[in-house]
Nanobody, 118 residues
């Protein structure tokens, strides 16, 4: 029933830009903390950015100033706008819906590959 459908991943050159989108369905989207995580080869999954129900935003240190997270509660979409991309940004990016604050289950998207390479 619950789905987090990601789109927008792909191959981009260093210094380029890319925007990921995550469309949610089957959940009360507006109360969830939405976020993006990534996992590079041989790496632990790490927080990229999160945005809660009151639009409080947290960015991972390595992406501050380059990435922007936003949510559209009407469309039930969370986006991650990425710019000045670096090879070290290469990873699988996962959409996350965290329902902990409202005692709801949490969910992961399937993951979307972002590759930054020339």
């Amino acid at each position: 029933q619950v789905q987090l459908v990601e789109s927008g991943g792909g191959l981009v050159q260093p210094g380029g830009s890319l925007t990921l989108s995550c469309a949610a369905s089957g959940l009360l989207y507006s109360v969830y903390v939405m976020g993006w995580y990534r996992q590079g080869p041989g790496q632990e999954r790490e927080l990229v950015a999160s945005i809660d129900a009151k639009d409080n935003i947290i960015y991972g240190e390595s992406v501050k100033g380059r990435f922007t997270i936003a949510r559209d509660n009407a469309k039930k979409v969370v986006t991650l706008q990425m710019s000045s991309l670096k090879p070290e940004d290469t990873a699988i990016y996962y959409c996350r819906a965290d329902g902990t604050k409202t005692y709801r289950p949490s969910y992961w998207g399937q993951g979307s590959q972002v590759t930054v390479s020339s």
